[in-house]
């Protein structure tokens, strides 16, 4: 059955309360894709590794898509991987290829739009958190994807009260919880 047309303004109106953290996602639609409303300011500090491709648009306001870049280093003495920031700001929309680690940040009275599509059934999410003093991986969460709505927030919680996955093997740093100060692009 065909659903009808969403109105966004209308909807935020009556259901922004909805966009809680730490997350602040709401899925509108979730069968043949998922289209998750986003608003900010969120409180994670977590990247995400999805198998399939992300779509990014910005409705209100600018976020900020901290990602890591895998690609092999062209210069032996440039570590990889390396860490870097894409603004994207209201009226914008970037396509964020498949495993590619990933953290939107979104800031107050911001608005975005994510498409995903449907997860293979043999396909695993990744919740990954890294040192903020040594980039070292602290922890990682893996599961099959089938609820973003709730999947990804009782991970992100998890991580939030366990000392020990928060504790960096390598230099003993206690991985941060929310993102340090971020400032809106």
Not at 46 to 58: G, S
Not at 133 to 155: M, N, P, W
Request: proline residues 10%; contains cysteine; aromatic residues 8%.
């Amino acid at each position: 059955m065909l659903s009808t047309p969403l109105n966004l303004p209308k909807w935020l109106e009556e259901n922004s309360h909805l966009l809680k953290p730490p997350i602040n996602n709401y899925c509108v639609y979730n069968d043949d894709v998922t289209v998750m409303i986003v608003g900010g300011p969120n409180s994670r500090s977590d990247y995400h590794i999805n198998t399939t491709a992300e779509w990014f648009y910005q409705y209100r306001g600018s976020m900020l898509l901290k990602v890591i870049d895998q690609s092999p280093s062209p210069s032996p003495s440039s570590p990889s991987p390396t860490f870097l920031d894409i603004p994207i700001h209201e009226g914008c929309m970037f396509l964020l290829p498949p495993n590619t680690p990933h953290n939107p940040i979104r800031f107050a009275n911001t608005v975005g739009i994510v498409l995903e599509q449907p997860r293979p059934a043999d396909s695993v999410d990744r919740l990954r958190w890294y040192c903020q003093e040594c980039r070292e991986i602290v922890y990682e969460a893996a599961f099959h994807c089938s609820d973003l709505g709730t999947q990804i927030k009782e991970a992100v919680n998890e991580f939030k009260e366990d000392h020990d996955k928060r504790t960096c093997k390598k230099c003993g740093a206690l991985a941060d919880v929310v993102p340090r100060e971020v400032v809106q692009p």
